[in-house]
């Protein structure tokens, strides 16, 4: 148990591992209902900018909105092109919020400095961008030129935590949507045989949803078998419960996640019997690819297979279903 558990922890020291990062917390409109507003604000709390910038772009978040809806689309998609690094449509952006309301605020709880720095130097320049230019003077006379209006910054009000999308709660709502669902392969050797370890093949479902701080609980379902064992083949059906967390920022493109998993087995070779596992992996997002690696203890009620067994496994999952990227 001890190897598997070394192999698995130097699997992860060759990987680059920043510190957690914490969900970004978005503030919506007031009392807002609208579905494509929330599920953005979802997205935007977890950095998945470009699906963000999607649904800030669609019909859903575009038409039929009140007048603190569409301020709040048009400061969230340039907080998006920021964060895509779109700097032209960023400023475009957050030019038609502050030209709509010059009091507008970010909607972000901590908002970093660049960002920011970059709204608040809009709210100056944007009403001399859009200043109509003066007629051309005569040219007998030549008066001297006006000096240059700066407009004092104002510094933006307090932001109401009540509407904060990530303050420790979850909703139901919020759950149902952040569904994954992956489907694959799954191999794993029992390293209790001093023959050598013995193969198990077959496949696995998973499904998953969010909790809070980037925290995922899933279920899954196992089916195995093999023909290597000396007592005859063994069939094995395990379901497990799963709990994981990001070991590195979340994006559309890639992830990595460390897990712990647990749960009962059904097993049969010329009879019927149970057990348990339970055990540590890491699981490697890449698009819609999973590669996830671990090991697990594994305690069996059939004294012919050993009372209990170190497992190493191996899974290659495809996802069927969830938002787009990790």
Same mark, same amino acid.
């Given at each position: 148990?001890?190897?598997?558990?070394?192999?698995?922890?130097?699997?992860?020291?060759?990987?680059?591992?920043?510190a957690l990062a914490a969900a970004q917390k978005?503030?919506?409109?007031?009392?807002?209902?609208?579905?494509?507003?929330?599920?953005?604000?979802?997205?935007?709390?977890?950095?998945?900018?470009?699906?963000?910038?999607?649904?800030?772009?669609?019909?859903?978040?575009?038409?039929?909105?009140?007048?603190?809806?569409?301020?709040?689309?048009?400061?969230?998609? !340039?907080?998006?092109?920021? !964060?895509?690094?779109?700097?032209?449509?960023?400023?475009?952006?957050?030019?038609?919020?502050?030209?709509?309301?010059?009091?507008?605020?970010?909607?972000?709880?901590?908002?970093?400095?660049?960002?920011?720095?970059?709204?608040?130097?809009?709210?100056?320049?944007?009403?001399?961008?859009?200043?109509?230019?003066?007629?051309?003077?005569?040219?007998?006379?030549?008066?001297?030129?006006?000096?240059?209006?700066?407009?004092?910054?104002?510094?933006?009000?307090?932001?109401?935590?009540?509407?904060?999308?990530?303050?420790?709660?979850? %909703?139901?709502?919020?759950?149902?949507?952040?569904?994954?669902?992956?489907?694959?392969? =799954?191999?794993?050797?029992?390293?209790?045989?001093?023959?050598g370890p013995l193969p198990l093949y077959g496949?696995?479902?998973?499904?998953?949803? =969010?909790?809070? =701080? +980037?925290?995922?609980? !899933?279920?899954?379902?196992?089916?195995?078998?093999?023909?290597?064992?000396?007592?005859?083949?063994?069939?094995?059906?395990?379901?497990?419960?799963?709990? %994981?967390?990001?070991?590195?920022?979340?994006?559309?493109?890639?992830?990595?996640?460390?897990?712990?998993?647990?749960?009962?087995?059904?097993?049969?070779?010329?009879?019927?019997?149970?057990?348990?596992?339970?055990?540590?992996?890491?699981?490697?997002?890449?698009?819609?690819?999973?590669?996830?690696?671990?090991?697990?203890?594994?305690?069996?009620?059939?004294?012919?297979?050993?009372?209990?067994?170190?497992?190493?496994?191996?899974?290659? +999952?495809?996802?069927?279903?969830?938002?787009?990227?990790?």
């Open positions: 148990m001890k190897r598997l558990l070394l192999a698995v922890l130097s699997l992860a020291t060759f990987l680059p591992v920043p978005v503030t919506l409109p007031t009392k807002t209902k609208n579905a494509c507003i929330r599920k953005a604000a979802r997205l935007v709390s977890f950095q998945k900018y470009e699906g963000a910038l999607t649904e800030l772009t669609s019909a859903g978040c575009t038409e039929n909105l009140g007048t603190e809806e569409q301020l709040w689309v048009d400061t969230m998609q !340039g907080v998006v092109y920021n !964060g895509l690094g779109q700097g032209t449509e960023a400023e475009a952006a957050f030019c038609r919020a502050l030209l709509a309301e010059p009091l507008a605020s970010l909607p972000l709880e901590r908002p970093t400095t660049a960002l920011n720095d970059l709204f608040e130097k809009m709210r100056v320049d944007c009403p001399e961008r859009n200043k109509p230019k003066p007629p051309p003077e005569p040219v007998v006379q030549a008066p001297p030129p006006p000096e240059p209006v700066v407009a004092e910054a104002t510094p933006p009000p307090a932001e109401s935590s009540s509407d904060s999308m990530f303050d420790g709660s979850f %909703s139901l709502s919020g759950m149902r949507d952040s569904l994954e669902v992956y489907a694959g392969l =799954h191999g794993e050797a029992d390293l209790q045989r001093l023959s496949a696995n479902v998973q499904g998953s949803v =969010h909790l809070f =701080h +980037g925290l995922r609980a !899933g279920v899954g379902l196992t089916a195995l078998a093999s023909t290597r064992f000396s007592s005859g083949p063994l069939f094995l059906l395990m379901a497990d419960a799963r709990l %994981s967390y990001p070991i590195l920022p979340a994006n559309d493109r890639f992830g990595l996640r460390v897990y712990a998993m647990g749960g009962p087995l059904l097993y049969t070779t010329s009879e019927p019997a149970g057990g348990a596992r339970a055990g540590l992996g890491l699981a490697l997002d890449v698009s819609k690819l999973r590669v996830s690696l671990g090991g697990a203890y594994e305690w069996r009620s059939n004294y012919r297979l050993g009372y209990s067994a170190p497992m190493a496994f191996m899974e290659l +999952g495809w996802k069927f279903a969830g938002p787009g990227g990790m």
